[in-house]
């Protein structure tokens, strides 16, 4: 009886989805995170930086759990399950509550898999620049020229 409720919760499709968006999401925060702390070259600098990440994955974490438990078909929680960073916490949370149709499931999954290439690219720009600035921590305006060149 407890296997016959795994297996009809439990689709492939469920379960590969959940692989997927966890790894797209992991590479996403660990690009984030890099480019992040590739620009502080002090300890206590790196507080402050580390405040970004938390903050984006708490908005992306309050409106799976909140939005996506009590208003799933929401605009605002639809349109946060496509923006790459929340689309991990957002978009399975829209699946588990049969909000989401298999299309847009795979939809947000290339859309978070270009997403995270993108975050790979400029954090790789970033670091390959933020490594090599002592002393002075890297301004807004910096880090978007170390994007660009």
Same mark, same amino acid.
């Given at each position: 009886?407890?296997?016959?409720?795994?297996?009809?919760?439990?689709?492939?499709?469920?379960?590969?989805?959940?692989?997927?968006?966890?790894?797209?999401?992991?590479?996403?925060?660990?690009?984030?995170?890099?480019?992040?702390?590739?620009?502080?070259?002090?300890? *206590?600098? /790196?507080?402050?930086?580390?405040?970004?990440?938390?903050?984006?994955? @708490?908005? %992306? $974490?309050?409106? #799976?759990? +909140?939005?996506?438990?009590?208003?799933?078909?929401?605009?605002?929680?639809?349109?946060?399950?496509?923006?790459?960073?929340?689309?991990?916490?957002?978009?399975?949370?829209?699946?588990?509550?049969?909000?989401?149709?298999?299309? *847009?499931? /795979?939809?947000?999954?290339?859309?978070?898999?270009?997403?995270?290439? @993108?975050? %790979? $690219?400029?954090? #790789?720009? +970033?670091?390959?620049?933020?490594?090599?600035?002592?002393?002075?921590?890297?301004?807004?305006?910096?880090?978007?020229?170390?994007?660009?060149?």
């Amino acid at each position: 009886m407890v296997g016959d409720i795994f297996t009809e919760t439990l689709s492939p499709f469920f379960v590969i989805s959940f692989a997927v968006f966890f790894i797209l999401g992991f590479f996403i925060f660990a690009f984030f995170c890099a480019a992040l702390g590739s620009t502080v070259s002090r300890i *206590e600098e /790196v507080n402050a930086i580390a405040q970004i990440p938390t903050m984006i994955s @708490l908005v %992306g $974490f309050m409106t #799976a759990i +909140i939005g996506g438990i009590n208003a799933v078909d929401s605009l605002f929680v639809k349109v946060m399950s496509y923006i790459p960073l929340f689309t991990p916490m957002v978009m399975f949370t829209r699946q588990c509550m049969n909000a989401a149709a298999n299309w *847009e499931v /795979v939809l947000s999954m290339f859309i978070t898999a270009a997403g995270m290439m @993108l975050t %790979g $690219f400029a954090a #790789a720009k +970033i670091y390959r620049t933020g490594v090599m600035m002592y002393g002075k921590p890297a301004r807004p305006k910096e880090i978007w020229a170390m994007i660009v060149r």
